[in-house]
């Protein structure tokens, strides 16, 4: 099929991918992904802001010269706090966040700065936070996620079943731990804004896993009409029926959060945008990647260990087995067809049905193979 094929059934709600059926190498694409992000959080951990942690943070412009983070430290081991976290703002000033909290201290360290980059010392913004606030803040954003958390279970669960529940809930944790570990990779600053924007994207993510459940139900409900088709191969028909949905939404909300992280956060120098903007395309993308090569194929799994739709399979799968061994002896079908539009709904049952169709029978050749043999003796 060539790529111009693919296109044009991807537009035009054709698609026949089968995500399902290839689970496995998505699966393993996760694990991977996972795996780094376990191994980054675990040996780097993340760059928690001041609002988590507690201290004091300092933006000191440069005038004259470009800042060093060298230069910085070494201003700041006068003061005992050399291992004070640095961030160059724009090229033109520098951020500075340390631990220490009392009034003598923060005094001296932003003279310093001030000195160092050769301004007044107004000109040098300060912001303390106590560690009591920082614990607080903490406990309340993990609060907030766990409430989310269940109550989006619980909502599922109503709304549609508890497996679909349990794996949008699979989906999310998923998106949630590449975002971690796409901050911990990078050295990005966790703030407030940065929790916001994880809880927009699981949001995000969740109403695109919910636009692929709706469609799994509404055709698993005629899944026993027909006979034909194992739940798999319903939920790989329902994800490529919302495919082009599901790419169109997420290409739209993509372009605007790649501006704000690209202009924003690096053209213009505004961390704060910068924090909260990789946190929504990252969680974007991933929430995307999610909801369908990881909640649907998860659900698939689930749904098919119900012995219902597992003697189903085992019905298709013998009168799938029949129709190939037919093939394989000759047996005698009818005319040759084609498929048409509809092939993305077509299960392994009726790809053997289609060929067996379209290979001619040996009783069919026969008579011909005898009737050129005549031409030729009347010759």
Known sequence: MSLRTTLSDLFNDRASFRIIQRRRLFFVASGIALAISALSFGTRGLNLG??????????????????????????????????????LVGGDSVRVQVKTTKQAEVAEIRAALARYGGVELEQVK??????????????????????????????LAVRFE??????????????????????????????????IAILTILGYSLYDT??????????AATI???????YAEVVNRSVNQTLMRSLN???????PVASLLVVGGYVLGALAIRDFSLALFVGLLSGTYSSIFVASPVLAIWKEREPRYRALRQRVEARAGMVREAVSVGAPRGGDEEPGEGAESESDLERAERAARARPSTSSLAPRGRQQRRRKRKR
Do not use: C
Request: proline share 3%; net charge negative.
């Open 126 to 155: 300060q912001k303390s936070v106590g560690p009591t606030f920082g614990a607080e803040v903490t406990e309340k954003a993990i609060r907030a996620l766990v409430v989310f958390l269940l109550a989006v279970t619980l909502y």
């Open 210 to 219: 919910v636009v692929v459940f709706d469609k799994v139900r509404e055709n």
């Open 224 to 230: 026993g009409t027909t006979g034909r088709h194992t």
């Open 162 to 195: 508890w497996k679909m529940a349990l794996s949008a809930v699979t989906a999310l944790v998923h998106d949630l731990a590449l975002t971690v570990g796409v901050y911990s990779l990078t050295g990005f600053e966790v703030t407030p804004g940065t929790v």
């Open 50 to 87: 001041i609002d988590f942690e507690g201290g004091t943070s300092f933006e000191a412009p440069v005038e004259g010269k470009s800042p060093s983070t060298s230069d910085v430290r070494e201003v700041l081991a006068d003061h005992g706090e050399a291992n004070a976290k640095l961030t």
């Open 249 to 255: 939404t997420s290409l739209a909300t993509l372009i």
